[in-house]
């Protein structure tokens, strides 16, 4: 696609984009739905580019702006969406980078990384203005490389960052910032976390449960009220 154009998706369809087929390019394309949908963009298959792609949801969208599987990229694109899941990673080897991501949700999240590993999110920004977590890893999440990002939540009781029994991560470089608790490690094993600023109201960095083996370096935790680092056995 060479031109700029504004896509509306219909009223019943899925997503303004539904890609079934392997190595497509969606460049330099805005969604912005006046219609209720699931996704903004939605690919199941892998090897897909997309570039240049912002999404609008005006509260219509329901379950993610982008959704990627496998081996695919999202490149200098930004997704606004209010409740749902701004970006799920659903699969292996996807990058995001030089990217925004924006929701407002008390229970869906900025990034959603649910069982995807070895993705790499480098060079992005990341914002969950309600009453949620921001980035979230979930239930075998593993291998994963955040660097060079901020993730931020305005909520007074979630996490701009929870890695949720998921190991083999490497966080880096990055600015993890919440109103209330920054980063958030739960029976999460063998992660990496080197030279991160993470600053909470109250702790800005904890890590509960069996999270074992993990690795803590040349970083900055700053609380206002509690503690900058807690471990709970």
Do not use: C
């Not at 599987?69 to 749902?84: E, P, Y």
């Not at 075998?140 to 007074?156: M, R, V």
């Amino acid at each position: 696609v060479s031109s700029a154009p504004v896509v509306n998706p219909p009223s019943l369809s899925t997503a303004a984009f539904q890609v079934m087929n392997t190595s497509v390019t969606i460049q330099n394309i805005t969604v912005i739905t006046t219609n209720t949908v699931s996704y903004g963009v939605y690919a199941s298959s892998s090897y897909e580019t997309k570039s240049s792609v912002n999404v609008d949801s005006g509260g219509k969208i329901g379950t993610a702006g982008i959704s990627l599987s496998s081996l695919s990229s999202i490149a200098n694109s930004s997704v606004t969406v209010q409740a749902a899941d701004a970006i799920d990673l659903n699969g292996q080897s996807n990058t995001i980078s030089y990217s925004s991501a924006a929701n407002n949700s008390s229970s869906l999240y900025a990034v959603y990384l649910n069982s995807a590993s070895s993705n790499s999110i480098t060079q992005s920004y990341f914002l969950n203005s309600g009453s949620g977590d921001t980035v979230y890893l979930n239930s075998s999440a593993n291998y994963n490389a955040i660097s060079l990002s901020t993730a931020i939540s305005q909520s007074s009781g979630r996490f701009a960052l929870y890695v949720n029994s998921s190991s083999g991560n490497v966080i880096s470089q990055s600015y993890i910032r919440s109103t209330a608790y920054g980063g958030y490690l739960f029976n999460a094993s063998s992660n990496t976390l080197t030279r991160n600023h993470f600053s909470a109201t109250r702790f800005a960095l904890a890590l509960e449960g069996a999270s074992d083996y993990n690795t803590i370096t040349l970083s900055t935790m700053t609380s206002s009220i509690e503690t900058g680092m807690t471990l709970w056995g």
